[in-house]
């Protein structure tokens, strides 16, 4: 057997050897269940209860899914997969253009960094109401026009959309077929 050669230089001091990392994406898988033109309930955040329309997977793995807000109030909006539950009735989304839509188009701007404000400018900082841009009123608009057609060729399917989804007393989700 062969021995190694000890190295004829010893650094003076321990340098640590930087470790290589590979980082790899893999994009979020899109549950069995949910399909473009499924009605989705979601179940936390300001609209729970709400029964929406899935349109697309988003590249970030969240989906997009829509009220139509003429119907239950719900607009465009990003949602986690985790955080619905998928219903056996569907929609259909083909006119839905829904090009435009991608995780970039619901970033926020950024803040500014450490303004000194005087104490008057600091307390109405606080009570001014923010305002959705026109171009995002126009898209919510557009999307709810071709969804709301989709809804109104199925019969009762508006009265279905626009009701909360919610459980009683002795009501056994896990036994329920949605």
């Given at each position: 057997?062969?021995?190694?050669?000890?190295?004829?230089?010893?650094?003076?001091?321990?340098?640590?050897?930087?470790?290589?990392?590979?980082?790899?994406?893999?994009?979020?898988?899109?549950?069995?269940?949910?399909?473009?033109g499924q009605i989705l309930i979601l179940l936390a955040g300001h609209?729970?209860?709400?029964?929406?329309?899935?349109?697309?997977?988003?590249?970030?793995?969240?989906?997009?899914?829509?009220?139509?807000?003429?119907?239950?109030?719900?607009?465009?909006?990003?949602?986690?997969?985790?955080?619905?539950?998928?219903?056996?009735?569907?929609?259909?989304?083909?006119?839905?253009?829904?090009?435009?839509?991608?995780?970039?188009?619901?970033?926020?701007?950024?803040?500014?960094?450490?303004?000194?404000?005087?104490?008057?400018?600091?307390?109405?900082?606080?009570?001014?109401?923010?305002?959705?841009?026109?171009s995002y009123i126009e898209d919510n608009k557009k999307v709810d026009?071709?969804?709301?057609?989709?809804?109104?060729?199925?019969?009762?399917?508006?009265?279905?959309?626009?009701?909360?989804?919610t459980l009683k007393s002795g009501d056994k989700p896990h036994e329920?077929?949605?």
């Amino acid at each position: 057997m062969a021995k190694k050669k000890s190295p004829k230089f010893y650094p003076g001091d321990d340098v640590k050897k930087p470790i290589k990392r590979t980082v790899v994406h893999n994009p979020t898988k899109l549950r069995a269940s949910i399909a473009p033109g499924q009605i989705l309930i979601l179940l936390a955040g300001h609209f729970k209860g709400k029964r929406v329309v899935f349109i697309k997977q988003l590249a970030s793995g969240l989906l997009l899914v829509a009220g139509p807000y003429g119907v239950n109030g719900v607009p465009i909006k990003r949602v986690n997969q985790r955080y619905v539950i998928a219903t056996s009735e569907k929609v259909d989304v083909s006119k839905v253009d829904a090009a435009k839509f991608d995780d970039a188009y619901f970033k926020k701007p950024a803040k500014e960094r450490f303004n000194k404000k005087s104490e008057e400018e600091f307390f109405k900082a606080g009570s001014e109401k923010k305002e959705l841009p026109a171009s995002y009123i126009e898209d919510n608009k557009k999307v709810d026009a071709a969804l709301s057609a989709a809804i109104s060729a199925t019969p009762y399917l508006k009265e279905y959309m626009s009701t909360l989804f919610t459980l009683k007393s002795g009501d056994k989700p896990h036994e329920m077929k949605f």
